[in-house]
């Protein structure tokens, strides 16, 4: 059976209400930065089921002998938050996986193309192939940036399948890229808006994610 990109959209209440939070033009930097890392929290939460592979195990309870599962540590975890922006969905994210190892890949989109270019890329040559790779993007527009990190992650030989995206908004032209060249993708976004405007910018959406986030 053919693979089908994945896209979840959480009907948690806290997620809605964090997505509200950051799609007001009225919520001041230091509120929105606050959204961002609830939302990193929950997504990264709702990203956790059926990833993290686990040992069963038995232990000796005061009372009695009894099984549990606990998360393999042998198997690799890592968060790669898309600079800037990424930053504010990495402080939930890593609040929930504080082993992980965090890769930072900063990259930049010329506003008048609209195509990404890499500035900063802290991954190492290569990954081991059981990795867990979890990428932080607040905003999956265009899918440029999107695409560029996935790109230098299987150079790296990541398992595509192994990679989940938390994201706030997502638009249809990136999920369709995505869906087109990484089938077997898993995406965790608190919603799916209708379109791009003639910037690139999704609408309605919340801006621009990075300079509200900083205050820039």
């Known amino acids: 059976m053919a693979l089908q990109l994945r896209v979840y959209v959480p009907p ?3 997620v809605k209400h964090w997505l509200g939070v950051s799609r007001d033009a009225a919520t001041p930097s230091v509120l929105f930065r606050s959204a961002m890392t609830e ?35 042998e198997v ?20 929930l996986l ?54 230098e992650l299987i150079q790296r030989g990541v398992n595509p399948e192994f990679v989940r995206i938390i994201s706030v908004v997502a638009a249809p032209p990136a999920l369709q890229k995505l869906g087109t060249v990484y089938p077997s993708l898993t995406i965790y976004t608190a919603c799916i808006d209708e379109t791009l405007n003639d910037r690139g910018y999704i ?8 300079d509200r986030a900083f205050g820039t």
């Open 98 to 151: 504080p082993l992980a190892s965090i890769y930072h890949l900063g990259l930049v989109r010329n506003e008048e193309t609209l195509q990404a270019s890499c500035y900063l890329n802290k991954m190492p040559s290569q990954f081991d192939p059981q990795t867990r790779v979890l990428i932080c993007d607040p905003m999956l527009a265009t899918g440029g940036s999107i695409m560029m990190a996935m790109d």
């Open 39 to 73: 939302l990193g929290r929950w997504l990264t939460y709702e990203a956790m089921r059926d990833w993290l592979p686990t040992l069963d195990l038995t232990v000796e309870t005061p009372l009695a002998p009894c099984p549990i599962s606990l998360i393999n540590p």
């Open 12 to 14: 948690h209440p806290l």
């Open 203 to 210: 609408v309605p959406g919340l801006g621009d994610a990075g």
């Open 76 to 95: 690799p975890v890592v968060v790669v938050p898309i600079l800037r922006a990424g930053l504010a969905l990495m402080d939930g994210a890593k609040d």
